[in-house]
């Protein structure tokens, strides 16, 4: 089994900051990529960051510049630094995490940008 734990969601203002974490545990011999994804009402979920196990990044246009994506091999765990947010980031943010293979999702953490 394995479980994987978001945390750090929240409201923010336009402009604001936050930090988003999730944590994979259980049977776990090696993760490959970790990655945040984040669906909006009304819409599909989306990929919005996605790191190798090896550090290499890869963003979705619309954070480019203002999101950052980092793991912690150690811990199994996996980081979204938002900067700079906008309303239009408003989502229930998910964490993937990729057995090679297996793929395993957290339950969610909603983020609102918000005045």
């Known amino acids: 089994q394995v479980q994987v734990v978001e945390s750090g969601g929240g409201l923010v203002q336009p402009g604001g900051s936050l930090r988003l974490s999730c944590a994979a545990s259980g049977s776990i011999f090696t993760i490959y990529d970790m990655g945040w994804y984040r669906q909006a009402p009304g819409k599909q979920r989306e990929l919005v960051a996605v790191?190798?196990?090896?550090?290499?990044?890869i963003y979705v246009d619309s954070v480019k510049g203002r999101f950052t994506i980092s793991r912690d091999n150690a811990k199994n765990t996996v980081y979204l630094q938002m900067n700079m947010l906008k309303p239009e980031d408003t989502a229930v943010y998910y964490c993937?995490?990729?057995?090679?293979?297996?793929?395993?999702w957290g339950q969610g953490t909603q983020v609102t940008v918000s005045s």
């Open positions: 790191i190798t196990r090896g550090g290499s990044a």
């Open positions: 993937n995490v990729d057995l090679k293979g297996l793929n395993y």
